[in-house]
């Protein structure tokens, strides 16, 4: 078993910054690809970005190419989103999600085992 707690979103202007973090716990060596996804009302949950654990390849949503940043601390158990230029379109509630095996397809939520439950950004214009 794998336990995903978020935290760090919060409300912020158009063109601000946030930083996610993930705090993994418990069997997680057996993870091969954490990822962040997000769910805006009455939408689709949809990839947002995604990293091997061990390779350290990241695969990003075009939607956010350029702007957030990926990354881990495998000594700390931590994922990270860096998240820049942010616009409204970006506001949801942002989930951490962790798989164990190799994805081939990264942005789709049913290849992924465990989850957190969610940490809320809102972006204003």
């Known amino acids: 078993q794998v336990q995903l707690v978020e935290s760090g979103g919060d409300s912020v202007q158009a063109g601000g910054s946030l930083r996610l973090s993930c705090a993994a716990s418990?069997?997680?060596?057996?993870?091969?690809?954490m990822g962040w996804f997000r769910q805006a009302p009455g939408k689709e949950r949809e990839g947002v970005a995604s990293i091997e654990t061990y390779g350290g390849n990241t695969y990003y949503a075009d939607s956010v190419k350029a702007r957030f940043t990926i990354s881990r601390d495998n000594a700390k158990n931590t994922l990270y989103l860096q998240m820049d230029s942010l616009k409204p379109e970006d506001t949801g509630m942002y989930y951490c999600?962790?798989?164990?095996?190799?994805?081939?397809?990264?942005?789709?939520?049913?290849?992924?085992?465990?989850w957190g439950q969610g940490t809320q950004v809102t972006v204003s214009s």
């Open positions: 418990g069997y997680t060596v057996s993870v091969s690809f």
């Open positions: 999600a962790a798989s164990l095996l190799f994805p081939s397809r990264w942005y789709r939520p049913d290849a992924y085992n465990y």
